[in-house]
């Protein structure tokens, strides 16, 4: 047994839990920042930058998208071989890397293709206003057609964390988004010279971002992952591997991407309402993404913990796992609530919105936050219910939370709020609904999986 895997067997799992989770909260709550970010600069602009900032949250789950099938993929690729080093299973451990590569380089490839033919009509898709669909599609074109920075680092990322590298991924995504920062005002102002790009640059700076944290990851792999030999035969697509890599990975990407689901279904909503509604709930949603990337990143370190223990059949540190879990991610969640819920005004001023989009994204702000407890059990337990293989118990999280107990909610709020404009606020209680609603499920879900795979007995 190498020094890795006695850390994984041995370390008391409180302790296991905090080491790893927060270099990997740190990681996943960088990766809001790319899109915080760029609104913040964006809305400042001299000239258009309400426009601008609504053509970012058009393009945002487009977005949210292209990072839920790059980290799903790395999330099945990372339960896989956190499973294999367990098992002491070294061939599949490589095989499992080299096609996770493979895969990374796909996606990669798919998203190409819809940067230069899709885009556009993406985006007209959710409005008829002209300036801001030429916004929007310049965008999003950008952030696809040079999306290999982004696809590559969640394959190696995923790789480094499972591994035990927490912290070389994160500094690797600490780079990247130093970088877009930077790169930022320089851009989308033309600062020192550079010619004033507006979105566009703040498209380039992302990007740019993006292939630096690769970088970063690439070189920590080939310097720090001793335990991962890949070889040029690892390469050679495995429908095994791909099926192994899926079963998990397939339910964390639907898990994601029905993130973008939502906020493209709620866009559509909310339009019918006002115009202001949907820049409103854009801004919150990049606002809050930081408490609910901390939350997967807890997730991140839950998930490879309990994959540890679960292949080496070891009851009492799943339960641990279980326990620690959603202590820790109750404790992010209760006290990112607190932060919202007082400095509601100070966020909302960032942008410099109007009157009324500013009260709207304060009131989203104050009643959409009270969800955040329960968002977080219910992240708690896709990372659990991920970790010992049942895919389909954190899918079903995923499609109660962002899918069945929304729309219903919001298409009777919005008819509501249709026929009295001072109902619009009722709208933003459709997501604590749906995460209590959800928590209540999950609970149910664990129960019946934990019987059926004896959980409570083994070791």
């Given at each position: 047994?190498?020094?890795?895997?006695?850390?994984?067997?041995?370390?008391?799992?409180?302790?296991?839990?905090?080491?790893?989770?927060?270099?990997?909260?740190?990681?996943?709550?960088?990766?809001?920042?790319?899109?915080?970010?760029?609104?913040?600069?964006?809305?400042?602009?001299?000239?258009?930058?309400?426009?601008?900032?609504?053509?970012?949250?058009?393009?945002?789950?487009?977005?949210?998208?292209?990072?839920?099938?790059?980290?799903?993929?790395?999330?099945?690729?990372?339960?896989l071989?956190?499973?294999?080093?367990?098992?002491?299973?070294?061939?599949?451990?490589?095989?499992t890397?080299?096609?996770a590569?493979?895969?990374?380089?796909?996606?990669?490839?798919?998203?190409?293709i819809?940067?230069?033919?899709?885009?556009?009509?993406?985006?007209?898709?959710?409005?008829?206003?002209?300036?801001?669909?030429?916004?929007?599609?310049?965008y999003?074109?950008?952030?696809?057609?040079?999306?290999?920075?982004?696809?590559?680092?969640?394959?190696?990322?995923?790789?480094?964390?499972?591994?035990?590298?927490?912290?070389?991924?994160?500094?690797?995504?600490?780079?990247?988004?130093?970088?877009?920062?930077?790169?930022?005002?320089?851009?989308?102002?033309?600062?020192?010279?550079?010619?004033?790009?507006?979105?566009?640059?703040?498209?380039?700076?992302?990007?740019?971002?993006?292939?630096?944290?690769?970088?970063?990851?690439?070189?920590?792999?080939?310097?720090?992952?001793?335990?991962?030999?890949?070889?040029?035969?690892?390469?050679?697509?495995?429908?095994?591997?791909?099926?192994?890599?899926?079963?998990?990975?397939?339910?964390?990407?639907?898990?994601?991407?029905?993130?973008?689901v939502?906020?493209?279904?709620?866009?559509?909503?909310?339009?019918?309402?006002?115009?202001?509604?949907?820049?409103?709930?854009?801004?919150?949603?990049?606002?809050?993404?930081?408490?609910?990337?901390?939350?997967?990143g807890?997730?991140?370190?839950?998930?490879?913990?309990?994959?540890?223990?679960?292949?080496?059949?070891?009851?009492?540190?799943?339960?641990?796992?279980?326990?620690?879990?959603?202590?820790?991610?109750?404790?992010?969640?209760?006290?990112?609530?607190?932060?919202?819920?007082?400095?509601?005004?100070?966020?909302?001023?960032?942008?410099?919105?109007?009157?009324?989009?500013?009260?709207?994204?304060?009131?989203?702000?104050?009643?959409?936050?009270?969800?955040?407890?329960?968002?977080?059990?219910?992240?708690?337990?896709?990372?659990?219910f991920?970790?010992?293989?049942?895919?389909?118990?954190?899918?079903?999280?995923?499609?109660?939370?962002q899918?069945?107990?929304?729309?219903?909610?919001?298409?009777?709020?919005?008819?509501?709020?249709?026929?009295?404009?001072?109902?619009?606020?009722?709208?933003?209680?459709?997501?604590?609904?749906a995460?209590?609603?959800?928590?209540?499920?999950?609970?149910?879900?664990?129960?019946?999986?934990?019987?059926?795979?004896?959980?409570?007995?083994?070791?």
């Amino acid at each position: 047994m190498n020094l890795k895997d006695e850390k994984m067997a041995a370390v008391p799992v409180r302790r296991l839990m905090l080491s790893m989770g927060i270099p990997m909260i740190v990681s996943m709550v960088l990766q809001a920042v790319y899109n915080i970010v760029d609104s913040a600069f964006v809305s400042n602009m001299q000239t258009g930058g309400e426009d601008a900032l609504n053509a970012l949250t058009l393009a945002f789950p487009l977005q949210i998208l292209m990072v839920a099938v790059g980290i799903g993929t790395g999330v099945g690729s990372n339960v896989l071989i956190a499973k294999s080093l367990g098992q002491k299973d070294g061939k599949l451990t490589d095989k499992t890397a080299g096609n996770a590569i493979f895969l990374g380089a796909v996606i990669y490839v798919i998203f190409l293709i819809f940067g230069i033919f899709g885009a556009e009509a993406y985006i007209n898709s959710q409005t008829d206003n002209s300036v801001v669909s030429v916004m929007g599609s310049e965008y999003l074109s950008i952030c696809c057609v040079l999306s290999f920075g982004m696809s590559m680092f969640a394959i190696f990322e995923k790789m480094l964390q499972a591994a035990g590298h927490s912290l070389c991924s994160t500094i690797a995504q600490i780079l990247g988004a130093v970088t877009n920062i930077v790169l930022d005002p320089i851009l989308i102002y033309g600062w020192f010279g550079c010619p004033e790009m507006g979105v566009k640059g703040a498209a380039y700076a992302t990007v740019i971002g993006q292939i630096v944290s690769f970088a970063a990851a690439l070189i920590f792999h080939l310097k720090f992952n001793k335990a991962i030999h890949i070889r040029l035969r690892d390469f050679i697509p495995s429908l095994k591997i791909f099926g192994m890599i899926y079963s998990v990975g397939l339910p964390a990407i639907i898990s994601q991407a029905l993130i973008s689901v939502m906020t493209y279904g709620m866009n559509l909503i909310l339009k019918g309402v006002s115009e202001n509604m949907v820049t409103a709930y854009g801004l919150y949603y990049k606002i809050q993404q930081f408490l609910l990337f901390a939350a997967f990143g807890m997730r991140d370190a839950i998930t490879p913990i309990t994959a540890f223990s679960y292949g080496m059949g070891s009851g009492k540190r799943i339960k641990d796992c279980v326990k620690f879990g959603h202590l820790f991610t109750f404790i992010i969640m209760l006290t990112g609530c607190a932060v919202l819920e007082i400095f509601a005004v100070p966020f909302s001023e960032i942008f410099g919105l109007s009157g009324e989009t500013q009260a709207l994204c304060i009131s989203a702000i104050h009643i959409i936050s009270i969800g955040l407890v329960f968002a977080g059990i219910n992240i708690a337990f896709q990372g659990i219910f991920q970790a010992v293989g049942s895919g389909i118990g954190s899918l079903a999280i995923s499609i109660g939370r962002q899918l069945l107990f929304v729309f219903p909610f919001a298409i009777a709020f919005a008819n509501i709020a249709g026929s009295d404009p001072k109902m619009e606020r009722l709208l933003w209680a459709v997501f604590p609904i749906a995460e209590i609603l959800t928590a209540a499920a999950a609970l149910i879900i664990w129960k019946r999986i934990s019987n059926k795979k004896n959980l409570k007995h083994i070791g």
